[in-house]
């Protein structure tokens, strides 16, 4: 059964699932990883080439009729910084639609949020679509909407951490809060994890580490496609409440009597 | 003349611009893209660009990456 369509800017997806290029051992594990994942969007970042070594690059593992692109701004600390890649990006032919990062400490790769918001606000006004990475801020959240943001990425536990949805409930109010979509970033370890973030609600999931660190990538990616439309089709379907105390579920009446 | 290209010092020999730069690097994907002294160069704009000897060029592209 499928689960509902969701919509990020101008662009329309059936896979709720977007995710990373990094950290595979080749390029050719990246292309079955994320083949096997069922994401029609990935991440790529933006680096200096290097002049001396071949030029192999993994856009020729990437078939854009396939996926879309969502550079990154990975490894920035500034406003400027951040702007510069996503005008780089745009210049490299990877779309206008950007998923910015501005980095605000090192041992916790935490997001600065001050900056973000001003990196956002200049983006938007360059004509990106602006997917900005945040911490789990409700209010920070709703600013990032104002400015224009075309959704909101709120991590669910440090990068690379594994930690899974430590913040169900900020995640939940951030989802109330905005009319964006609300894609969960960073945090994930597991398919359970992903299946959890996405019964909260949430339009999608993206997840890099998890995949690509996994002892056998190419089957994480697949239980990771699993799980994500399962927690999404469990969310469309509406669980039922908890309770404290037991309710059968077989019928009352038309028990047997023992004398 | 001498650039500073991504980081580096180097020769450059028969290029005053950025499109021949590139061919002269032997850089011959269409998905790079070019800063000039920290300014962004639409690539439409690479063959009417000067380069000047001191100045400092980022030329990248897509690598692997998700945070």
Redesign the interface.
């Known amino acids: 059964m499928e689960s509902s369509q969701f919509k990020i800017g101008d662009r329309t997806f059936k896979s709720r699932l977007i ?6 051992a080749s ?1 050719e594990e ?1 292309r079955d990883a994320i083949a096997a994942s069922g994401s029609e969007m990935v ?9 001396d070594k071949a ?1 192999d ?3 020729n593992f990437l078939d854009p009729k396939l996926y879309y ?1 969502l ?2 701004t ?1 490894g920035c600390f500034t406003v400027k910084e951040a702007v ?1 890649t996503c ?8 779309g206008n639609m950007v998923k910015v ?1 501005v980095i605000g400490d090192e041992k916790t ?1 935490f997001p600065d949020n001050e900056a973000t918001l001003e990196a956002s606000k200049i983006l938007v006004k360059e004509g990106f679509q602006v997917l900005p ?1 945040c911490t789990d801020d409700v209010v920070l959240c709703k600013k990032l909407e104002d400015v224009g943001c075309s959704a909101v990425m709120p991590l669910a536990a440090p ?2 951490s594994g930690l899974g949805v430590c913040n169900p409930f900020t995640i939940k109010l951030i989802h109330e809060a905005v009319k964006i979509p609300v894609i969960v ?2 945090g994930v370890g597991t398919a359970s994890d992903a299946c959890r973030a996405m019964e909260l609600g949430i339009e999608g999931l ?4 998890a995949i ?1 660190g996994a002892k056998d990538p190419i089957k994480m990616a697949f239980a990771m496609k699993a799980a994500v439309h399962c927690g999404r089709l469990a969310f469309e379907a509406g669980r039922i409440p908890r309770k404290l105390y037991a309710s059968a579920s077989s019928p009352l009446d038309g028990l047997i009597n023992t004398p | 003349m001498v650039l500073k ?4 010092e ?1 020769n450059i020999h028969s290029s005053d611009n950025l499109a021949d730069l590139l061919l002269e ?11 000039l002294n ?1 300014e ?4 439409s704009k690479l063959k009417q660009t000067k380069v000047h000897n001191g100045d400092n060029i ?10």
């Open positions: 995710v990373g290029t990094g950290k595979y390029f990246t991440t790529l970042a933006v680096r200096r080439i290097e002049l030029k690059s993994i856009l692109f550079p990154n990975a510069m005008q780089l990006a745009r210049e490299a032919g990877l990062e790769l990475y990068i690379g970033d960073a993206l997840m890099n580490t690509a | 290209i991504n980081g580096k180097k690097l032997e850089i011959v994907s269409p998905h790079c893209a070019i800063a920290q962004v160069i639409p690539n980022e030329i990248v592209h897509a690598v692997g990456g998700g945070l």
